[in-house]
């Protein structure tokens, strides 16, 4: 796919470390695919051994552990992190390891948790960077510092690999660009509509600044779209509640000379909710040129906002035991069991499969050389499942770099176009233009025009074009291979390209 839009782009956007670790299992002779598929077998064991010894960071209770660690790893398996395939699934648990390492002060670990991520994933990365910062200076709430020459030292030494490995990465995006900036991403059109992939507007279309995937700043533990939809209290109460309780708690417990074991490590949650919105408003001003501002936020509050349930829960459970509440207590202890069960048995992969296999298959029997185009939704899968070059894909319309979001909107349209399949001049300058070797189509679109679903929410109107089903007989009589089914239709262009065949085009078709 040498020369390919989306190949290079996605090349591109691939941290070192995860192209790092492709190639590697390509040159021991396992396949990308395959070595993805199976990543969640290696980060979902080690996420949950990190949740365990970062929760063992805050208590010494076994139940309190278990169920803090088993609330942390709920809610990465409904993040769509783990079974991603992406460097944000080899983030997870890197993620953890830096949290367990900065909480127990283990400098030389936590370093390193950080360069990794850097590396791995950049944007929460620099959130822990920042509790770390304030770890290491002793930020004594309200705005108390005690530093030394030594942590400063570390710390900016620190500070300048992370931020300048983040800076790399960014630099290699450079040839893609400009990055989008806000004011454009409200007139960008899978960016305002609320069905996009890459949609930033609730349901009235105002920017969801408190809780979306994209650019929202509470986790989306529970899918919500928007500030005014009511799933964000949800989280809010399942993440933030409980970290700023934990944090009153501590506050109380020190004024009271009560510091248990461990004690110090309660007042991360505090630092954890500045460093995260910290750095949300950092990245929420010049978005989107640092990455999207959820994923600075999003990360690491879920993963510290649901310890801190689990280890109010268990606080709670312990109390109402132990007193007179215990038919409360057993209901709760129902109810949590229940919860976790539920969440362990629903996980949220996010995995989906074309479903036409057979013009998979039929694109794979093709020359690797072969070029794809058209419109179908299982297009999405070309270059995955078939290594063939395709020209442009919703599932690949990604508006952060314009240069890129401008080349593959333009294959849309321009595979929209070829759908008219008149035969005219127009119409084989786009096939000599994008170098078609093959275009498929869904069938429903050529006996109606109207583009389907998926691509509506990505390219901007006009979503129709007159069918053109009817031409296909005459296609194959000139002597194209047509393939058919109930649901694709593939035409193969060789006989549009061939020689001076363009000039001897029947009249007819055109």
Known sequence: MQGNVLADYWQQTAPLFYRALLYASHAVGIEPLVMMKSLGLIVLPASAYFAWRLASAFTADPFARFLASSCVIGAILHIDAV????????????????????????????????????????????????????????????FTLAWDA?????????????????????????????????DEALHIYSMTDFGGRSTIVGADGSVAWLCSRRIGFLPAILNCRGNDDPRLLLNFAVTIAPMIALAIAYQKRAKQGRLASGAKAWRFFLYTLVAALLCYIFAASVAFSVHLPSRYSQPVLAIMGMLALG??????????????????????????????????ATPQTTIVSPRNGDLIALISATPRTTHVAG????????????????????????????????????????????????????????????????????RAFLSTGILPQKYRHTMPPPHRIKPSIGKLQTIRTFGCRVVETRRWIAIFTGCFRQGSRSAKFPRFLA
């Open 375 to 442: 419109i179908e939704q299982d297009l999405d899968f070309v270059p995955l499942l078939t290594s063939r070059a395709l020209l442009a894909s919703t599932e690949h319309d990604i508006p952060y770099h314009r240069r890129y979001h401008q080349l593959n909107q333009a294959g849309l349209r321009a595979s929209m176009r070829m759908a008219a399949l008149d035969g005219s001049p127009a119409f084989r300058r786009l096939l000599k233009r994008h170098d078609t070797d093959l275009l498929i189509f869904d």
């Open 311 to 344: 280890l109010c829960m268990a606080g709670l459970l312990k109390r109402a035991l132990a007193g007179s509440f215990r038919v409360p207590g057993i209901i709760l202890a129902m109810v949590l069991a229940l919860g976790l069960i539920a969440t362990f």
């Open 150 to 182: 030594r942590r400063v030292t570390v710390l900016v030494l620190t500070t300048l690999a992370v931020v300048t490995a983040g800076l790399i990465f960014k630099e290699g995006l450079a040839g893609w660009g400009p990055a989008l900036r806000l």
């Open 83 to 142: 079974f991603s395939g992406t460097p944000r699934a080899i983030a997870v648990p890197l993620i953890l390891m830096t949290l367990y390492a900065i909480a127990s002060e283990r400098r030389i670990l936590a370093v390193t948790g950080l360069l990794l991520q850097a590396v791995v994933y950049p944007a929460p990365a620099i959130t822990c960077l920042a509790i770390y910062a304030l770890d290491m200076l002793r930020w004594n709430p309200p």
